[in-house]
């Protein structure tokens, strides 16, 4: 069983940068993949950044250039730093975790976190 819990959501304002964390608890697989999907009201889930245990990184096309996923594997933590916010950034950031090998999709993921609000104000 894995525990996923986030942190450091909130609001800011266009232009500026917040940093979310996310810990995986509990019997973590040594081989993993850690990721960042975010849904806005009306919209469908969608990825931000994920990262693999050994460090390589995909993120969504809205994001790169201005969000960094990074992650320390001592902690089971990954980070997601966002730079340069817009209000379309504004939704609810979940963190999910995939144990092994294979998971290029949401559902691949075997644990979610509650979700951390990010808003953007213009």
């Known amino acids: 069983q894995v525990q996923v819990v986030e942190s450091g959501g909130g609001l800011v304002q266009a232009g500026g940068s917040l940093r979310l964390s996310c810990a995986a608890l509990?019997?973590?697989?040594?081989?993993?993949?850690m990721g960042w999907y975010r849904q806005a009201p009306g919209k469908q889930r969608e990825l931000v950044a994920a990262?693999?245990?050994?460090?390589?990184?995909n993120y969504g096309h809205s994001v790169k250039g201005r969000f960094t996923i990074s992650r320390d594997n001592g902690k089971n933590t990954v980070y997601l730093q966002m730079n340069s916010l817009k209000p379309e950034d504004t939704a609810v950031y979940y963190c999910g975790y995939c144990s092994g090998y294979g998971c290029y999709e949401e559902t691949d993921y075997d644990y979610w976190g509650q979700g951390t609000q990010v808003t953007v104000s213009s």
């Open positions: 990262i693999t245990s050994g460090g390589s990184t």
């Open positions: 509990g019997s973590i697989f040594s081989i993993n993949v």
